[in-house]
């Protein structure tokens, strides 16, 4: 199993692009997560899905889109890239009921 | 919202030395999750306690679960180079098992 990948691992964008972060996973969680990271913020949920066709908000969703057309698949899209969105982000899924979460590598992205 | 304190936020210690970071709540926790994050990498889920005065061990690492659910307490024994990194706890949001909230983590220098 692959866990949970995600690409680009590393993107520079100006200012106003957009672009789509991927994420997929192969256990077959129902749970999907997407957080930013900053210096001294942790870990901060962006979107969540607890199933296909199903998305809810997290605590900063402002400027990003997510959708989950199937199981596996939950990509990310930056709408119109700013720098304020310069961070760390990272994809995690997990089984329903409370169960950890598996994170994936991470995506470095600047904007510019 | 919920909210879940820890501190420190950094602890610089002496390679062989103890090392142990506290995870607060005001309110009752259903459970609680240890993650380490080492530096430039990806959170990698450590434990889960779920019952009052819950302890459990890994090898140097001993994990606590308070008697009210309301603390945790991660103990490392005798540190080394490897436990460099950041160590967060996280509890799923209250009345739901689909987000969890973060700590900020408190960040781990081991000198050898």
């Known amino acids: 199993n692959a866990g949970v990948t995600q690409t680009p691992k590393f993107q520079v964008l100006k200012t106003g692009q957009s672009m789509t972060l991927q994420c997929a996973q192969d256990?077959?969680?129902?749970?999907m997560s997407w957080y930013r990271q900053d210096p001294g913020m942790g870990l901060r949920l962006i979107h969540y899905?607890?199933?296909?066709?199903?998305?809810d908000q997290g605590e900063v969703p402002n400027g990003y889109n997510v959708s989950r057309s199937t199981t596996e698949d939950f990509p990310l899209r930056l709408l119109s890239a700013a720098p304020s969105q310069t961070s760390v982000y990272f994809c995690a899924s997990s089984p329903p009921g409370g169960g950890p979460q598996y994170f994936g590598p991470g995506t470095r992205l600047t904007v510019t | 919202g919920q909210q879940v304190m820890q501190i420190p936020q950094y602890q610089h210690v002496q390679e062989g030395e103890d090392f142990t970071t506290y995870c607060n709540s005001s309110?009752?926790?259903?459970?609680i999750q240890w993650y380490k994050q080492r530096p430039g990498g990806h959170p990698v889920f450590l434990i889960q306690l779920v019952k009052s005065g819950e302890v459990k061990k890994q090898k140097r690492l001993t994990f606590q679960f308070g008697e009210a659910k309301k603390n945790s307490s991660l103990h490392i024994t005798a540190t080394q180079t490897t436990d460099v990194g950041t160590y967060f706890c996280a509890v799923y949001n209250a009345g739901n098992n689909r987000k969890l909230i973060w700590g900020l983590g408190t960040s781990l220098a081991v000198n050898p």
């Open positions: 309110t009752t926790l259903s459970n």
């Open positions: 256990m077959n969680h129902e749970y």
């Open positions: 899905s607890v199933g296909a066709g199903i998305t």
